[in-house]
């Protein structure tokens, strides 16, 4: 298991949009399942996207994020990305990506510092 950096946060407004980054400095992450997850205050950590590695697309999404948000990978810049479109406040929370089973359903890696998204008017 491995610590991933996640970047890409900030202050939008509700309709606006973000992307933030997965990146792993060592390791090839097209070799691994990566998931994101949030966690607003108050609330507990949920899962929000999953993405197989490169051999094998396999991709869920959260009935919360989907059609909204959309998982990918960039193995040349070694980076998986989660694509944040019509934000709503409800998506402000702290986000985190992590290295997932192949399963997509078990989390393998420990949990970072997360990228802040707030959306506001």
């Known amino acids: 298991q491995f610590q991933l950096a996640e970047s890409g946060g900030g202050l939008v407004q509700p309709g606006g949009s973000l992307r933030l980054a997965c990146a792993a400095s060592?390791?090839?992450?097209?070799?691994?399942?990566v998931g994101w997850f949030r966690q607003a205050p108050g609330k507990e950590r949920e899962g929000i996207s999953c993405?197989?590695?490169?051999?094998?697309?396999?991709?869920v999404y959260d009935d919360s994020v989907k059609g909204r948000f959309t998982i990918s990978r960039d193995n040349d810049m070694n980076t998986v990305f989660l694509q944040m479109n019509s934000l709503m406040p409800e998506d402000t929370a702290i986000y985190y990506c992590?290295?997932?089973?192949?399963?997509?359903?078990?989390?393998?890696?420990?949990w970072g510092r997360g990228t802040q998204v707030t959306v506001s008017s």
């Open positions: 992590v290295q997932m089973s192949n399963t997509l359903n078990v989390r393998l890696g420990s």
């Open positions: 060592e390791l090839r992450l097209e070799h691994y399942a």
């Open positions: 993405i197989s590695d490169s051999s094998d697309e396999n991709i």
